[in-house]
């Protein structure tokens, strides 16, 4: 039985573009309704984030220790 | 990691940003330049100064877009803030001179002047730029060829406006042809072709494989410069030339369709519709130069075609996420709590595609008029025209909805928080 909440984490770092925004698309088909997405980027998706809105997701995307940012995707 | 994907790096990294209040003013210029060519050519019809507003319109839009681009494609060092202004102001400066000079201003000797120091500047300091770079070599490579076709081009344009000026007796005005084909394919064509296999797989999310060893780029490249060399008097190899662009063409429009097709985006967002546009126009702009070699009545459609159709419609729809990008950028630095709407769902979609289907229809109908009858032609112009200034007023309403954002403002659903 699937977690009630689960979490799937993606290290994205180091990656070329678009690898991370496909690899995050990719995860997201699979995440289920109450999964939570956290992926360690290099960059600020930003391109990406129209795409999770009309897929009817909802994100924050905040600077990280490590110099990068970490995103978190939920589902509306 | 040579020739990796690097563009998307664009969006972000502080470290790698490149003076953006430089490109910033660069790109406001430029379309600037591009309302001017658009009113020009209602006002005036298809002259060269007009012409030439329009080809100010791409010089600094390049201007604007290398600078941000070089440094997160290659690798190359940044830029020092001030350059890009100075060189941008150059161009400027000469191109106001140039077009002046074709409506009669005694101002062709100097625009000659500004313009040849200003090119001479721009590319000598590019070049070292990109030699300096680490990355993508065979886009460095393209960028190199562009560069020196445009100061190739550049340089027999100041000797026709230096003879224009009276400041020789030479005459250069019988290679304007080769000029025309340096600048539009060589320097702006293979610009757009160059950046296009970077920007379509990232505004897509789709991978790159489709582009292989890019070997339809080379092609134009050669075809480019064939054609241009041959302008100055062989018609077969001027063919030879134009059939190799026409079937390279071809062939990047099918590897981007085929990009575009196995793309994870839902939706093509506002530039690929622009791009794809654009890239029928190129296709059609090429083809209507080969015939022309029969048909010389065809070269001045063909030229319509290829700036106001494939270079500008390119540039406009890039220009969404690169004046987006610029302005987001500002934003997120004046005001780090603000909730800042996505990109895409900033722009004013039903103008920007209003303004698309403007100059979709207008450029073509135009183009397919002038050999026939310049007054229905003009109306053709004067529909691109109002289309083109739409797209402008649509990507100057983007740059103000982060420009004028306030730290309470909830622009849309979307949030973006950074907490530092």
Sequence with gaps: MEPKSSIVQLDNRGLSPPEPMMRILAALENLGAEGVLVAKMDREPI???????????TY??????SGGYLLEVTRR | MADSLYANAVIGEASLRNDPRGSEFAIAVALAFYVTGCVLVVTTGPTFGALHAFAAFVVLTAVGALNQLLPVLTHAPNARGGIVPVIASGFAAGFILLVAGFYGAPSFAAAAVVLA???TLWVAWSIVRLASGREEGRTRALLAIALAAFFTAGGIGAAMAGQLGGMWRLSFLG????????????????????????FVPMF???H????GRWGAAWAAALGILVAAVSFAGSAIGARIGLATIVLAFLAIGAQHLKTLSSRLRARLDVSLQYGRVAWLFGIAAATAAFVGTWFPALFPP??????????SITILGYAYKIVGFLTWQSAKARLPAARLPALGSAVDLPLAYGALILMAIGAPAAAALMPFASRFAQMGFDLYAVGGIAAVVAIARLAARYLFTSEGERGTEIEHRATR
């Design chain 1, 47 to 57: 391109f990406l984030f129209a795409e999770l809105h009309d897929r009817g997701y």
């Design chain 1, 60 to 65: 924050t995307c905040n600077p990280d220790d």
């Design chain 2, 117 to 119: 120091t200003s090119a």
């Design chain 2, 175 to 198: 290679i304007a042809p080769v000029h025309a084909m340096l600048a539009i394919g060589g320097f702006a064509g293979m610009l757009v072709i160059t950046i296009s296999y970077r």
């Design chain 2, 204 to 206: 897509a999310i789709a």
């Design chain 2, 208 to 211: 790159a494989d489709g582009y």
């Design chain 2, 302 to 311: 063909a030229i319509v075609l290829a700036i106001l159709g494939w270079l």
